[in-house]
């Protein structure tokens, strides 16, 4: 008997009751598993009225309160912005320094993004819909005493303005009426149309006003000159006067061209919302009223010239220099006004509409499925953590009894 237990390998024993117990320990625990997935079944089918019934008596009450809610409609206007590479071949013309976004400034498309989110824009869309009391947008009950600020909060909520990296910026109305949607969107693009070529356009009549007076100007300047010649038979200075004519014919008509340009820049000043274009033009502000003062130093100086000429040949030379000095202003005025068609033409070209907002067939909320699939399957998750709650709450208290 002792002989036999010799044989037997103490190390040998203990690692054979080791992977013994092991494997005990793994039944035991798959046998509690067993239990565990029964036992958690049977919680859910005792307390089946929390993780059915209720789902399907929440997703039959969402959706009878969607069918109250009243359906709404987005109708969407697409524009493209050009990038201001557009302009970069104008820069070389005369007096482009007129046309903002040359040679600097913001981005087009901030530029009109701002103007879309404006409370500018918010008014004169509250004013020409009726916003506060058109039931296509606050339904059938307004507000009779509504305040201003929650008319604007109103078009906030309705309107939508969104651009991507490609310039495309896009416009977005939802209402109760598909009409009114498309409306709406469709108003957007008309006042920005209207906007990008405000400014220009004013410039461009501004210019056309100046050339038609002084185009009148200088046809009197001709029949005065010609009726002095007749009388006096007078036709020519000499030389040397003649050339202080032309300078003087000359540094007149820089300071008109610079008069123009000065009034071109303080309305510029007025209208553009970029800050770099603000200091560009304010800039270029100060540039000009210090050539119209060194022009006016310049123009007396030589004034004092002509008047050391004998009477005849001072009046000569007055109509004469009167002439030509009509003669450079009517070309400058003619060069600014060709520049500023040009300007009217591009601003007017900043976007393009890709498409005109129409008045959608299908309502965009509320989504009626999805509101009651959301709400059956939060109930139901909330049911399920209802039944192991009051299943721990009853196991706890028969332990404690």
């Known amino acids: 008997m002792t002989e036999k237990f010799k044989d037997i390998d103490p190390e040998q024993l203990k690692k054979e009751v080791k992977e013994e117990l092991i494997k005990r320990e793994i039944l035991m625990g798959l046998e509690e598993d067993e239990i565990d997935l029964f ?5 859910l089918v005792k307390h089946w009225k929390l993780v059915i019934v209720m789902p399907f008596v929440v997703a039959v ?11 709404h409609f987005k109708a969407s206007s697409t524009i493209f912005v050009h990038s201001n590479s557009k302009l970069s ?26 103007y879309l989110k404006s409370r500018t824009m918010s008014a004169r869309i509250i004013k020409r819909f009726g916003i506060a009391t058109n039931p296509a947008i606050v339904g059938d009950s307004p507000d009779e005493e509504i305040k201003y600020d929650e008319i604007l909060k109103i078009v906030d909520k309705i309107v939508s303005v969104d651009k991507d990296k490609d310039g495309l910026i896009t416009i977005s109305a ?23 070529r405000g400014p220009q356009k004013e410039k461009r009549v501004f210019i ?49 061209g610079a008069g123009v ?76 006004h060709e520049t500023a068609k040009i300007a009217e033409a591009e601003e007017g070209s900043q976007f393009e509409v890709i498409d005109v907002a129409r008045a959608p ?22 049911g399920v953590f209802a039944a192991f709650l009051i299943e721990f709450i009853r196991r706890r208290k028969e332990q404690e009894a």
């Open 39 to 43: 036992e958690l079944f049977r919680v």
């Open 89 to 114: 071949a104008l820069s070389s013309l005369p007096f482009a320094g007129m046309i903002p976004g040359i040679g600097g400034g913001g981005s087009g498309a901030e530029y009109l993004m701002a």
């Open 361 to 382: 067939e299908l309502k965009s909320k509320p989504r009626r499925s999805i509101m009651v699939i959301l709400a059956g399957l939060s109930a139901g998750v909330l």
């Open 261 to 336: 340009s000065l009034q071109m820049q303080e309305s510029l000043l007025k209208s553009s919302g970029s800050v770099p274009e603000l200091v560009k033009i304010e800039g270029q502000k100060v540039s000009e009223e210090a050539k119209i003062a060194a022009l006016e130093k310049e123009i007396g100086s030589t004034e004092k010239e002509i008047a050391q000429l004998p009477q005849l040949a001072l009046e000569f030379a007055r109509l004469q220099r009167n002439l030509k000095v009509k003669e450079k202003v009517f070309g400058v005025l003619t060069e600014q």
């Open 174 to 196: 939802e209402t109760l009426s598909p009409e009114v949607s498309a409306e709406i969107a469709t108003a957007y693009v008309e006042y920005l149309s209207s906007f990008a």
């Open 208 to 256: 056309e006003q100046q050339l038609e007076k002084v185009s009148k100007e200088l046809e009197q300047a001709e029949e005065a000159f010609k009726a002095f010649q007749d009388k006096h038979k007078m036709f020519a200075l000499e030389k040397q006067a003649s050339v202080v004519i032309e300078k003087l014919a000359r540094l007149e008509a820089e300071k008109v």
């Open 61 to 71: 009450l969402v959706a009878l309160y969607s069918l109250t809610l009243p359906n």
